[in-house]
């Protein structure tokens, strides 16, 4: 879906830059695409050992708003999001266990690669149907780590040829002194990251910042040239996006929490192995705290999607809520928070059902589209957005057409369903019993009979004009108030 600025002479037509602030230069940079038209993107996926929180949904939002930005100002896009389903250990040090495998052992599943596609399938199709219901477009490939094993293998091979890597008695690491701009990305100093006790930890490692391409050993595990074992986490994003998206992409994201450890070791590793930045523009969505706190299984203060629609709220009321901060400052989620972003979304929709459904096609105002190009441009100021669709529902001088033109407009961005009472209507009013003077006369005759053989207690005979009406597309619903007929395609 794209719906470039318009092209013509005047000022409001002129498109501004989209801006966007990149973590490697700590700026807001100019974005266009390396390659033609098309902007490549990757995001690192859920690790589907468990099901997404609200925490990590808020990075796949903030991943559909700069799609669906970037096709606002009139790119292609390609969108990769990996699936993890091995290599991922507890910490995202070298230790710990596989998150995976506790989650095989938690839902007393087998201990086997056919064990770990079954959880993995369970997670990633909760996943998926959590990105359907927040409005999330879904990605152009959802590839999952272990289906690129080879992948990972041949990375690692050529990184050991280049001697970029080093062999221990537990798996393949990365010299990080190799790599002279190791810690790059966010200013992460060599001496001071804080998995310096990692030496500890693996006294054969030669620096501290050291990490596992390949781990050997495990429950779960694949035939190498170093033995069995499985990749390390950081090469799987590495192997996948060579694989699917070219040696340099244009934008890589994650959550704040990737900086330091898993988006400096993928840089190592990819530009290590071709010689090339592996993205031009890095960009990281702030972290979301429950209550004031940071989202933490022990302190079981997590929320699921689910519990926000076991509550009467809905999947885009939390869209909403994530909407109203810069997807760069940290966000506390509220309750009372979620119940203001569900009272001004409800009336949002009811503004647009009430006042403009209906309204004849017209285009959006241009000096809509430049202040909304504006503040997405200014490195995706939802926030901004979001007011100005407020403005925009005051304004009492801008006509129907052009006021419903352009708030569908800025909804292909925002996707908050402004359309959802028109269509929950349209979809009641279909569902509703027709009254008998609207059914076609032989449905209404055989609804007659069947109440006929009803008082005679003649069921079967009842039963068989059911199906009847039935065949002509109609349902009866007995009531004590007497038949209700309703179309049956809906
Ligand atoms: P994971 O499933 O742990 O690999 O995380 C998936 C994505 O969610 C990653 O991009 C993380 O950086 C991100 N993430 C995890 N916790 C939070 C949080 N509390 N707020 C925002 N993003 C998060
Ligand atoms: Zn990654």
Redesign the pocket.
């Known amino acids: 879906m794209q719906f470039p600025l318009g092209g013509g002479n005047t000022a409001a037509d002129k498109k501004p830059p989209l801006m966007l602030h990149n973590t490697l230069t700590g700026k807001k940079e100019p974005f266009h695409p390396l390659k033609h038209n098309e902007a490549r993107l990757y995001?690192?996926?859920?690790?589907v050992y468990d099901y997404?929180?609200l925490?990590?949904l808020?990075?796949?939002v903030f991943a559909d708003i700069l799609r669906r930005t970037l096709a606002f100002f009139g790119h292609e896009v390609r969108q990769v999001i990996n699936i993890?389903d091995i290599g991922?250990l507890t910490s995202d040090a070298d230790v710990g266990e596989d998150k995976m495998a506790l989650a095989i052992k938690r839902e007393g599943e087998e201990m086997t690669l056919e064990g770990l596609r079954r959880i993995a399938d369970k997670y990633t199709q909760a996943f998926l149907h959590d990105l359907e219901r927040l409005n999330i477009l879904m990605p152009h490939a959802l590839p999952r780590a272990s289906e690129y094993i080879p992948a990972q293998i041949a990375l690692v091979r050529t990184l050991v040829e280049k001697e970029y890597a080093y062999e221990t008695s537990d798996g393949i690491y990365f010299d990080t002194a190799r790599f002279p701009h190791y810690g790059a990305l966010g200013h992460i100093a060599r001496e001071g990251q804080k998995e310096g006790a990692r030496v500890a930890e693996n006294p054969e490692k030669r620096n501290p910042e050291d990490f596992a391409l390949w781990k050997k050993g495990g429950d779960l595990g694949w035939d190498s040239p170093w033995g069995k074992g499985f990749p390390g986490w950081h090469t799987e994003c590495v192997a996948m996006i060579h694989a699917l998206l070219g040696k340099t992409i244009d934008i890589h994201?994650?959550?704040?929490?990737?900086i330091p450890v898993h988006h400096n070791n993928e840089i190592a590793q990819a530009e290590a192995a071709t010689g090339k930045p592996l993205a031009r523009f890095w960009l990281h969505?702030?972290?979301?705290?429950i209550e004031d706190t940071?989202?933490s299984k022990s302190l079981g203060n997590t929320v699921y999607l689910r519990h926000v629609e076991a509550r009467g709220y809905r999947a885009l009321d939390y869209r909403y809520l994530l909407l109203t901060a810069h997807y760069r400052s940290p966000l506390n989620f509220t309750w009372r928070a979620l119940d203001a972003a569900h009272t001004a979304l409800r009336r949002l929709q009811q503004y647009y059902f009430s006042e403009l459904r209906g309204a004849p096609e017209g285009n959006p105002d241009p000096r809509f589209l430049q202040a909304l190009a504006a503040a997405l441009g200014d490195d995706l100021d939802t926030p901004r957005a979001l007011a100005l669709l407020w403005e925009t529902v005051k304004d009492s001088r801008m006509p129907r057409e052009a006021k419903r033109a352009s708030l569908l407009a800025a909804d292909r961005v925002l996707a908050l369903g402004l359309t959802e009472l028109e269509t929950q209507v349209q979809k009641l009013s279909f569902a509703a019993p027709l009254p008998p003077k609207d059914l076609p006369e032989e449905v209404r005759l055989l609804v007659i009979a069947r109440e006929e053989m009803r008082e005679q207690k003649n069921w079967a005979r009842a039963d068989e004009l059911r199906e009847e009406i039935a065949r002509k597309g109609f349902r009866v619903e007995d009531t004590p108030e007497g038949p209700l007929v309703y179309p049956e395609k809906s």
């Open positions: 995001h690192c996926g859920p690790t997404a929180h925490g990590n808020r990075a796949f993890t991922h994201t994650g959550g704040i929490d990737h969505v702030a972290f979301l705290t940071k989202i």
